[in-house]
């Protein structure tokens, strides 16, 4: 995935946008592959509503009373089979991608050979919350995605990242509580790519 990655970033900077922002725009398996770290490890573990005044009737029959707080456990939602299919567990970027065909691909894709993919709306599945959903959604998620891609497309160019292998990093999770647990992290390291 990262060779595939790098080869995007590398094919986009021999073709640089006016705009140079612009480029991360087009490094649609880049932004997968931040879209999918984010549905698999979000950084916030649960949503919260409550509705203050009115009582909350749904069409299944259920009421939720106001001033109840709902919680939607954000991890175990975005890790779930029932919405992200069998692989839900597995890191699988490619699930926020489609395959263009030459019929479908913009002429500056096929021309330069940039990507044979194209990102879809990751909101377009419910169940993908890591900056929350509806009129309360976090205001920052264009932005915060366009930084995070611009900063690991810069890195990228210049460093090639490894595991460190045999570091298991911290071997015991941090927290016991299902809702809130991340996995231990290996430690990876940086190799400058012209050395
Ligand atoms: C990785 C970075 C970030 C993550 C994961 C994140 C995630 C979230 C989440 C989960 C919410 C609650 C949404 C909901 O309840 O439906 C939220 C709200 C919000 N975020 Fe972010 N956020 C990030 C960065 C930012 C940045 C950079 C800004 C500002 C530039 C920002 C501004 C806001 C604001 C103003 C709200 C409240 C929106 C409202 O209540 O109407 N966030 N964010």
């Known amino acids: 995935m990262l060779l595939q990655v790098y080869s995007e970033i590398s094919m986009v900077g021999r073709n640089p ?5 612009e480029d991360v725009y087009r490094m649609p398996l880049l932004l997968a592959t931040i879209y999918e770290s ?5 950084s916030g573990p649960m949503l919260q509503r409550c509705s203050m ?22 991890q175990l939602v975005q890790k779930d089979a029932f ?3 069998k692989d839900a567990s597995a890191f699988n970027p490619y699930r926020f991608l489609s395959n263009i065909t030459k ?28 900056f929350g959903s509806g009129t309360r959604a976090c205001v920052g998620q264009k932005y915060v995605i366009q930084v995070v891609a611009t900063l690991l497309a810069s890195l990228f160019k210049k460093y090639e990242i ?13 927290s016991k509580n299902p809702l809130v647990q991340h996995n231990p992290n290996s430690q990876i390291i940086f190799v400058r790519r012209d050395q």
């Open 162 to 174: 490894r595991l460190n292998t045999g570091s298991d990093g911290d071997s015991e999770p941090i």
């Open 38 to 42: 984010a549905r698999l490890l979000p």
């Open 103 to 130: 019929e479908s691909g913009s002429e500056e894709q096929l021309d330069y050979g940039i990507s044979s993919f194209v990102l879809n709306d990751p909101c377009e599945n419910a169940a993908f919350l890591p």
């Open 83 to 85: 919405n992200w299919g």
């Open 17 to 21: 946008s006016k705009y140079e922002h």
């Open 53 to 74: 005044k009115h009582d909350l009737r749904f069409a299944t029959g259920v009421t939720v009373p106001a001033g109840a707080v709902l919680v939607v456990p954000v």
